[in-house]
């Protein structure tokens, strides 16, 4: 059991480059969250998905995007990365009516913006 | 705009002391609010709280949640050096939105 996967781990991409980052869980879950975390910031919500095909903007939604096309699966797109989206990436899920609420967290992904 | 506000930002305590965090929060339709612990990675789960003064324990750790002022507190007693992390506290929202604050860095010292 797996849980939640994401990759990759670790990405340096040149202004103006795009990439995607992959989540992936196997606990079934339907909640699906991209955060990017910075020093002193916590954890700030950029997108986040309740079920297949379905996505919602965050408090940090620009220059990203998101897809959910399979239940598993979250991308996250950088279409044209900026030095300023420099940070570590968390996925995380939950279920949608777990008895804790907790989400569960990838080991995340560290992306460098040169 | 939903916004969760957590203090101190940092503090630095001696083994043994007794810590008190505090996470506040303004959001739209709350229905939780959960507490993690960070350390090097991902965080991991501490507590979820849904209603007003139910404190929820775990070993030396405790937490209540105050609907009506709208603020949780963690307590933690005896610290201990691998207690030293970052301390996160998120409200579950409306739309089943997960926004945290911004963490209260913990250090222990022997």
């Known amino acids: 059991n797996a849980g939640v996967t994401q990759t990759p781990k670790f990405r340096v991409l040149k202004t103006g480059q795009s990439m995607t980052l992959l989540c992936a869980q196997d606990?079934?879950?339907?909640?699906m969250y991209w955060y990017r975390q910075d020093p002193g910031m916590g954890l700030r919500l950029i997108h986040y998905s309740v079920g297949e095909g379905t996505t919602a903007k965050g408090e940090v939604p620009d220059g990203y995007n998101v897809s959910r096309l399979k239940k598993q699966n979250f991308l996250l797109g950088l279409e044209s990365a900026a030095p300023s989206q420099t940070s570590v990436y968390f996925c995380?899920?939950?279920?949608?009516?777990?008895?804790?609420?907790?989400?569960?967290f990838g080991e995340g992904s560290r992306l460098t913006v040169l | 705009e939903d916004k969760v506000v957590q203090s101190p930002l940092s503090l630095v305590v001696h083994e043994g002391d007794t810590v008190t965090l505090n996470c506040s929060y303004e959001v739209t339709n709350f229905r939780s609010l959960l507490w993690y612990k960070q350390e090097k990675k991902a965080p991991t789960f501490l507590f979820m709280l849904?209603?007003?003064?139910i404190e929820k324990k775990s070993g030396r750790l405790s937490s209540i949640l105050d609907k009506k002022e709208l603020f949780s507190i963690l307590n933690i007693t005896a610290t201990q050096t691998g207690d030293s992390a970052v301390y996160l506290c998120a409200s579950k929202t409306s739309y089943d939105k997960v926004i945290f604050g911004p963490g209260t860095s913990l250090s222990v010292i022997p």
């Open positions: 849904t209603s007003s003064g």
């Open positions: 995380a899920s939950s279920l949608l009516a777990g008895v804790t609420g907790e989400l569960f």
């Open positions: 606990m079934n879950h339907e909640y």
